[in-house]
């Protein structure tokens, strides 16, 4: 009998017991196997839970670092278009210097070189070529801007190296890793990957307070310009500070093979492609002092705008203007035409002071 377990089961309402003999050996692998299904049941249930866990970590933590790392670019992004626009400021800001007088400027030489397709020969250079683009290269920089090369190399200041440390920490609080967090983000690769991180942080901030400093630098000295131009109203009107047409530069203010000699000539204005019959508006206030035709010029107009500045408007196809009107900034005085040694409708526009060609760009400010 010791070889059987009696299992006897007594049904509530029929008569009789059923009773069933089970071996002894049975019994205790059922019991086994039963221990072992549910032990490896529960393994089974704990590493797919973790697993699922980890899923969701990971899934989310991806998504979070994507986004972060958007964001990171996107200011970026937002902090290169600044430095344009500051850089564009800074060339503004240097032209009215150059008007107002606040700062020597030589406006005999280009402001602009010759462009893509010019007829002035590129490959011939001298050491005067050299210096003349040194010299242009200095002239479009400000004092504002003499500490820009930091935010290229950024990695090498204290400040941006302050900035890492206190998001690295901040990073840790957030971690619970106020201590270790210098060993743990070494093994744990998640962890190094969120550390990552604070380099960016670091490199925005580092750049958006040094271009801030430059934009309070920047307003202050703008403020100073325009305090100097309340009291500069009446030399301002008479500063050229436009174009007198519309239409686009085809040649410009320098050495370059005429196109009627043929040989290399300097050229003392700068001369505007458009349409025959486009308007030619006096480019400050002033008074005519000649509109007539000129050998060479065709049709030509003279403005004296006083402080030394004459304006000239060459190969004009009809004069709109006499001999000692006074003219206003605006007024049309002639149109675009073909008159004189010209080789297609064009504006031939120079600018001298005290009797001296400059370049007209020095002034233009549309």
Same mark, same amino acid.
């Given at each position: 009998?010791?070889?059987?377990?009696?299992?006897?089961?007594?049904?509530?309402?029929?008569?009789?017991?059923?009773?069933?003999?089970?071996?002894?050996?049975?019994?205790?692998?059922?019991?086994?196997?039963?221990?072992?299904?549910?032990?490896?049941?529960?393994?089974?249930?704990?590493?797919?839970?973790?697993?699922?866990?980890?899923?969701?970590?990971?899934?989310?933590?991806?998504?979070?670092?994507?986004?972060?790392?958007?964001?990171?670019?996107?200011?970026?992004?937002?902090?290169?278009?600044?430095?344009?626009?500051?850089?564009?400021?800074?060339?503004?800001?240097?032209?009215?210097?150059?008007?107002?007088?606040?700062?020597?400027?030589?406006?005999?030489?280009?402001?602009?070189?010759?462009?893509?397709?010019?007829?002035?020969?590129?490959?011939?250079?001298?050491?005067d070529?050299?210096?003349?683009?040194?010299?242009?290269?200095?002239?479009?920089?400000?004092?504002?801007?003499?500490?820009?090369d930091?935010?290229?190399?950024?990695?090498?200041?204290?400040?941006?190296?302050?900035?890492?440390?206190?998001?690295?920490?901040?990073?840790? $609080?957030? =971690?619970?890793?106020?201590?270790s967090?210098?060993?743990?983000?070494?093994?744990?690769?998640?962890?190094?990957?969120s550390?990552?991180?604070?380099?960016?942080?670091?490199?925005?901030?580092?750049? =958006?307070?040094?271009?801030?400093?430059?934009?309070?630098?920047?307003?202050?000295?703008?403020?100073?310009?325009?305090?100097?131009?309340?009291?500069?109203?009446? =030399?301002?009107?008479?500063?050229?500070?436009?174009?007198?047409?519309?239409?686009?530069?085809?040649?410009?203010?320098?050495?370059?093979?005429?196109?009627t000699?043929?040989?290399?000539?300097?050229?003392?204005?700068?001369?505007?492609?458009?349409?025959?019959?486009?308007?030619?508006?006096?480019?400050?206030?002033?008074?005519?002092?000649f509109?007539?035709?000129?050998?060479?010029?065709?049709?030509?107009?003279?403005?004296?705008?006083?402080?030394?500045?004459?304006?000239?408007?060459a190969?004009?196809?009809?004069?709109?203007?006499?001999?000692?009107?006074?003219?206003?900034?605006?007024?049309?005085?002639?149109?675009?035409?073909?008159?004189?040694?010209?080789?297609?409708?064009?504006?031939?526009?120079?600018?001298?002071?005290?009797? $001296?060609?400059?370049?007209?760009?020095?002034?233009?400010?549309?």
């Amino acid at each position: 009998m010791d070889r059987y377990f009696t299992l006897m089961v007594v049904p509530e309402r029929e008569k009789g017991v059923k009773s069933f003999r089970i071996p002894r050996v049975v019994f205790h692998a059922a019991i086994f196997f039963i221990v072992i299904f549910v032990v490896l049941l529960g393994i089974l249930t704990y590493d797919y839970w973790k697993i699922l866990r980890q899923v969701y970590e990971n899934k989310h933590l991806t998504i979070e670092n994507r986004q972060l790392k958007e964001q990171v670019q996107l200011f970026q992004m937002k902090l290169n278009s600044l430095t344009e626009d500051l850089e564009r400021i800074n060339t503004f800001e240097k032209k009215l210097r150059i008007i107002t007088g606040l700062e020597d400027a030589d406006l005999t030489q280009s402001l602009k070189g010759p462009v893509e397709g010019s007829e002035f020969p590129l490959n011939e250079t001298s050491e005067d070529d050299g210096e003349l683009k040194k010299k242009n290269q200095s002239s479009l920089q400000n004092q504002i801007f003499e500490n820009l090369d930091n935010l290229k190399s950024y990695e090498e200041a204290q400040d941006y190296q302050n900035l890492k440390n206190l998001y690295e920490k901040k990073i840790a $609080t957030n =971690f619970g890793l106020q201590t270790s967090y210098a060993y743990t983000r070494e093994w744990n690769e998640l962890t190094k990957q969120s550390f990552d991180l604070a380099s960016d942080f670091a490199e925005f901030d580092y750049k =958006f307070s040094t271009v801030k400093g430059f934009v309070k630098n920047l307003e202050i000295n703008i403020h100073k310009l325009d305090q100097f131009l309340l009291d500069q109203d009446s =030399f301002l009107r008479s500063t050229p500070t436009l174009l007198p047409t519309k239409g686009w530069i085809t040649s410009y203010y320098g050495p370059r093979i005429s196109p009627t000699s043929k040989r290399l000539r300097m050229h003392e204005g700068i001369d505007i492609g458009a349409r025959s019959g486009t308007p030619i508006v006096a480019v400050a206030d002033g008074r005519v002092t000649f509109a007539g035709k000129k050998p060479g010029f065709g049709n030509f107009v003279q403005i004296d705008h006083g402080y030394g500045i004459e304006s000239f408007y060459a190969h004009a196809k009809g004069l709109f203007t006499k001999k000692g009107k006074v003219v206003q900034r605006g007024d049309l005085i002639a149109s675009i035409g073909n008159t004189g040694a010209s080789t297609g409708p064009h504006l031939h526009y120079e600018i001298r002071v005290n009797g $001296t060609p400059v370049d007209p760009l020095y002034f233009i400010l549309d």
